[in-house]
């Protein structure tokens, strides 16, 4: 990830065991969410460049070049990225969150999935990828409001101590802020719901996908 709250993602245990969660107990998650974000990709005209901001193990940046993206991923993180690059051929990037090392418009979308849970200063974060993205932005960010992160918290696994989650109405809000004085249009639903398999854009659904498209003045 990037800079953190306090940087568990240097953790040896963690980077190992990232990518088999998906495979495993996060089996059904990785598929609503990334049905999700397919669905608001479909909102953006052509994007052809996409920068993952926070990509880890860059399990979402593969799946995003899977989608026809030239796709690239950034982190913080030395073992996350050593990972990323032992799974796959695309593009890393060692990077700060908080500072990315690009020029403005460099990028047609910017992702930020599963990572402002983890930076000290959302906004900003959210500002510098409105910068380097000429067309918009696509969030994933886990809801505060729901079971799931109810859940995560009660694990007591540290990981998820260190976390901080957002409700949609306060994701919202930073991004306007973030945005200043970019116009922005802003699109969000909820998965991971615990009885329905879908997506509504209702603010309890535990992961939190939205589109924030740039809107010519």
């Known amino acids: 990830m990037n800079r953190l709250l306090a940087n568990p993602f240097t953790n040896p245990?963690?980077?190992?065991?990232?990518?088999?969660w998906y495979e495993t107990s996060g089996r059904r998650a990785d598929r609503l969410e990334k049905a999700l974000l397919r669905r608001l990709l479909a909102g953006f005209s052509r994007?052809?460049?996409l920068l993952e901001v926070g990509c880890?193990?860059?399990h979402f940046t593969r799946w995003f070049g899977e989608q026809g993206l030239q796709a690239m991923g950034l982190d913080l993180s030395s073992p996350m990225l050593a990972e990323a690059?032992?799974?796959?051929?695309?593009?890393?990037?060692?990077?700060d969150?908080?500072?990315?090392?690009?020029?403005a418009g460099a990028f047609d979308l910017v992702a930020l999935i599963t990572t402002l849970e983890f930076v000290n200063d959302p906004v900003q974060a959210l500002s510098e990828a409105t910068r380097v993205a000429?067309?918009?932005?696509?969030?994933?960010?886990?809801n505060r409001q729901s079971l799931l992160?109810?859940?995560?918290?009660?694990?007591?696994?540290?990981?998820?101590?260190m976390a901080r989650f957002f409700t949609p109405a306060e994701l919202v809000r930073?991004?306007?802020?973030a945005a200043a004085g970019t116009r922005v249009k802003i699109v969000w639903r909820t998965t991971l719901w615990p009885v329905w398999p879908g997506e509504l854009p209702l603010s309890w659904g535990g992961f939190i996908g939205m589109a924030v498209s740039m809107v010519e003045p």
Request: no cysteine.
């Open 47 to 49: 994007p052809r460049t």
């Open 149 to 161: 992160a109810w859940r995560r918290k009660r694990s007591g696994e540290s990981l998820w101590q």
């Open 85 to 95: 690059v032992h799974l796959g051929s695309l593009p890393y990037v060692q990077g």
């Open 134 to 142: 000429r067309h918009g932005l696509i969030l994933g960010v886990l």
């Open 56 to 58: 880890g193990t860059g």
């Open 13 to 20: 245990t963690i980077v190992a065991g990232y990518e088999a």
């Open 97 to 103: 969150a908080l500072a990315l090392p690009f020029q």
């Open 174 to 177: 930073l991004m306007q802020q």
